[in-house]
């Protein structure tokens, strides 16, 4: 809000623009104020007094949460099965046991304020990667590409995951299965199928992974 001689300033473009036969609701809309602003800061210089808004202390919300609280929410926050995940994630899997600690926006609210709202969930920090090697597919079953993507639930922040398998030459997906949890087990076992469909011998296949891996 603007105060001081600003305010000064501005009222008296108002009062330049009134007397060129603009209306007051119009002028008001040009600096983004409220025409009931503009009354408040014309009484206010008619009495001499300041707008006092601006720097007043608000009592603190009755439902504030604690010190106690906050760290209580930061501790689980850090907790390896939680570490991992967004607030959208952690509050309704706190809710399905029945535990409630504060609202989501709470949640992120106290994790920024501790300079811990980012890298987590999908978004990690940057890695520095090797450059793979280039691999180049002739035919069918030389070159497969396969990943993981997110599929939203039914429920917020509950996510499946469809694990996906593609030959690069030929665009046919060559395995996909659906599981609840990310496992290394699972895409083993999913490419290891996928393999014996195919009469994949070992050797005569380069996996290629999302992230470059082979």
């Given at each position: 809000?603007?105060s001081?001689?600003?305010?000064?300033?501005?009222l008296?473009l108002?009062?330049?623009?009134?007397?060129?036969?603009?209306?007051?609701?119009?002028i008001a809309?040009?600096?983004g104020?409220?025409?009931?602003t503009?009354?408040?800061?014309r009484?206010?210089e008619?009495e001499?007094?300041?707008?006092?808004?601006p720097?007043a202390?608000?009592?603190r919300?009755v439902?504030a949460?604690s010190?106690?609280?906050?760290e209580a929410?930061?501790?689980?926050?850090?907790?390896?099965?939680?570490?991992?995940?967004p607030?959208?994630?952690?509050?309704?899997?706190l809710a399905?046991?029945?535990?409630?600690?504060a609202s989501e926006s709470t949640f992120?609210?106290i994790l920024r304020e501790?300079g811990?709202?980012t890298?987590?969930?999908?978004a990690?920090p940057?890695?520095?990667?090797a450059r793979?090697?280039p691999c180049?597919?002739?035919?069918?079953?030389?070159?497969?590409s396969?990943?993981?993507?997110?599929l939203?639930?039914a429920?917020?922040g509950?996510?499946?995951?469809?694990?996906?398998?593609?030959?690069?030459?030929?665009?046919?997906?060559?395995?996909?299965e659906?599981?609840e949890q990310e496992?290394?087990?699972?895409?083993?076992?999913?490419?290891?199928?996928a393999?014996l469909r195919?009469?994949i011998q070992?050797g005569?296949?380069?996996?290629h992974?999302?992230?470059?891996g082979?």
């Amino acid at each position: 809000m603007t105060s001081g001689p600003d305010r000064k300033e501005i009222l008296e473009l108002v009062d330049e623009a009134e007397q060129s036969g603009a209306r007051h609701s119009r002028i008001a809309e040009l600096p983004g104020l409220h025409a009931r602003t503009l009354r408040r800061w014309r009484e206010a210089e008619e009495e001499g007094r300041a707008d006092r808004r601006p720097t007043a202390e608000r009592p603190r919300p009755v439902n504030a949460l604690s010190e106690e609280e906050r760290e209580a929410v930061l501790e689980l926050c850090n907790q390896p099965e939680y570490a991992h995940l967004p607030p959208s994630q952690i509050v309704p899997r706190l809710a399905d046991e029945g535990i409630y600690l504060a609202s989501e926006s709470t949640f992120y609210r106290i994790l920024r304020e501790a300079g811990q709202a980012t890298h987590r969930g999908r978004a990690q920090p940057p890695q520095k990667l090797a450059r793979p090697r280039p691999c180049r597919a002739t035919g069918p079953n030389q070159v497969w590409s396969w990943d993981i993507t997110y599929l939203a639930a039914a429920i917020r922040g509950t996510f499946y995951r469809l694990y996906m398998v593609e030959d690069i030459f030929s665009r046919k997906i060559v395995g996909w299965e659906i599981h609840e949890q990310e496992s290394a087990v699972h895409a083993s076992s999913l490419i290891s199928k996928a393999c014996l469909r195919e009469g994949i011998q070992s050797g005569d296949l380069v996996l290629h992974a999302d992230n470059g891996g082979r």
